[in-house]
């Protein structure tokens, strides 16, 4: 009943004020943000600033130029020096970034799969230092070649994590004298760039299939307006399936399998590997046209639309074959026609609640009684439970339909990414998983449009409440325990941890979400009355 009249207050506007400074309040609650050493970063440029100042006069030989380009590969980021701009027949690699390599090649490539290769020929300078190596041709005969340039690269986002990173397989980028392609024949050309990844590594875990994977692949071929080939290394049909929709909106040509398919294919230009920039998002500031992860998220919407339209029309399909079944009943046996209908129009003045359910490790025990707390509130809660087999379009369909969702900490949260800029995200945050429950979803969010409010549980709405002494720094002090490694904080916190949400505290994070909502509705009805 308080809620009732709360939803009517803000919606006249008598209280809103009041209501601002309740969703302030509510903020979010757990989070935090961290600070980045500025000082640090300005020392670093002011270095770096009279290495180039100096550099002439320190250096007796001359420095190499990759000469102008206006290709689109060039074009990719007009604000990263490196590689930005290379002459014909010239890899260039960047290897600066932390996170993930990325070569550029232009000229006559040309793929060889059976060697994990990647030719380019074309001319050099003649005095350019070259190596003489032995090599196998179409035909199985080991001859000698000149090769100017060789390059090896691994095309995954994760280069820091060697562990992973050992998985991955290895490409051989190698230029050779124009001549020398006489040996190597094209068998299918293509008067667009190709851009090569890997789908290998952590691909299978939501989380690491958009971060790692599909974010970079936007960020890295986004400019080229859909006239570019995906190449892909660790090929799975599944992926293809999966991501499909997405894959449409970059490229309007299909995927290659490189180690399946051995024919060589030509391209003009190639980029192997991706850029990428932090947890699930896209810096504007690196990007040529200023896109943002908010950009990429109207992208999602125009690849699951069409798929989400033939969803609704085979639902409607559905309905009308049952009215036309009940039309057929005797009347004694035909449902209440007019009381569906007005539930269907009480159902719709609610605001919509997704709750993101797990089983097993971190699964809320008591999930049934806080969705029936969020119905009582005023929310129509729909309990979602998706699997990897489930289609990321229904997924999609229901939560971008959603005003706010609520989900324990973990690689579901990803799907933060198909909530419409302006809902509420409510994650519940384990023990010891605050810094990545914050990193990985938290910042993502705000980017996104998002209202974030992060719920940290207390020691005893941990199962870990049971299994060690309270004064344990397993509950008293997670973050002391870091320094034991990412093997101890998994097997503890993650994979051995489920929550019991204490009702009474975590009602305020929805009573803050469902206000939010209010406030929202209450200011959007006063915009369109003007």
Excluded at 138 to 151: M, P
Excluded at 288 to 296: K, L, V
Excluded at 302 to 330: F, G, H, N
């Amino acid at each position: 009943m308080v809620h009732h009249q709360r939803y009517h207050q803000l919606r006249k506007g008598e209280d809103d004020e009041e209501a601002q400074s309740l969703v302030d309040e509510c903020g979010s609650a757990g989070y935090y943000k961290r600070t980045r050493p500025k000082l640090l970063a300005l020392l670093f440029l002011s270095l770096l600033s009279c290495c180039f100042v100096l550099a002439p006069c320190l250096f007796s030989f001359p420095i190499y130029s990759f000469g102008e380009y206006d290709g689109p590969v060039a074009e990719m980021d007009a604000k990263t020096p490196l590689c930005s701009s290379i002459s014909n027949g010239t890899i260039c690699c960047d290897r600066s970034a932390f996170r993930t390599d990325i070569c550029f090649m232009k000229g006559d490539v040309r793929t060889h799969s059976s060697s994990s290769s990647i030719f380019l020929y074309g001319s050099r300078d003649p005095n350019a230092f070259t190596d003489h190596v032995s090599s196998i041709s179409g035909e199985g005969k080991e001859f000698e070649e000149e090769q100017l340039q060789h390059e090896k690269i691994k095309p995954y986002t994760r280069k820091w994590e060697a562990s992973v990173m050992d998985t991955i397989d290895e490409l051989h980028l190698i230029s050779k004298k124009e001549g020398y392609g006489t040996h190597h024949h094209c068998d299918v050309h293509h008067d667009v760039p190709a851009v090569f990844f890997s789908t290998g590594g952590y691909t299978g875990n939501i989380y690491h299939e958009f971060n790692d994977g599909i974010l970079p692949l936007y960020i890295t071929s986004q400019h080229l307006n859909k006239r570019v080939v995906f190449v892909i290394l660790e090929y799975h049909d599944w992926w293809i399936t999966k991501y499909g929709d997405v894959i449409s909106q970059l490229s309007d040509y299909p995927p290659i399998d490189f180690s399946g398919d051995n024919r060589t294919h030509c391209f003009p230009e190639a980029i192997v590997g991706l850029r990428i920039h932090d947890e699930l998002t896209v810096d504007s500031s690196l990007v040529e046209g200023n896109e943002s992860i908010r950009d990429f998220r109207n992208l999602l919407d125009q690849a699951y639309l069409p798929r989400i339209r033939s969803l609704i029309q085979a639902k409607e399909q559905k309905v009308q074959s049952k009215m036309k079944e009940e039309q057929s009943l005797p009347p004694s046996l035909k449902p209440p026609l007019e009381t569906g209908k007005e539930e269907q129009v009480h159902q719709l003045k609610k605001p919509k609640l997704v709750v993101l359910s797990r089983t097993g490790a971190r699964a809320i025990t008591n999930e049934d009684l806080m969705v029936q707390m969020a119905k009582e509130i005023g929310f129509q809660v729909k309990v979602l439970r998706p699997n990897r087999a489930t289609e990321l379009a229904k997924i999609y369909r229901v939560l971008n339909s959603s005003d706010a969702m609520v989900g324990v900490h973990g690689a579901a949260m990803t799907h933060i990414l198909f909530l419409q800029p302006g809902s509420v995200f409510i994650q519940v945050i384990p023990l010891g998983t605050e810094w990545p429950a914050d990193t990985y979803y938290g910042e993502p969010a705000e980017k996104l449009g998002l209202k974030y409010m992060g719920y940290k549980i207390l020691p005893r709405e941990s199962s870990l409440y049971n299994e060690y002494a309270k004064d344990d720094p397993v509950l008293r002090d997670p973050d002391s325990l870091a320094k034991k490694g990412w093997e101890f904080t998994k097997r503890v916190y993650l994979d051995h941890q489920t929550v019991t949400l204490d009702l009474r505290r975590f009602r305020k994070q929805l009573v803050c979400a469902y206000d939010y909502y209010i406030l929202q509705a209450s200011r959007h009805s006063h915009f369109l009355s003007y």
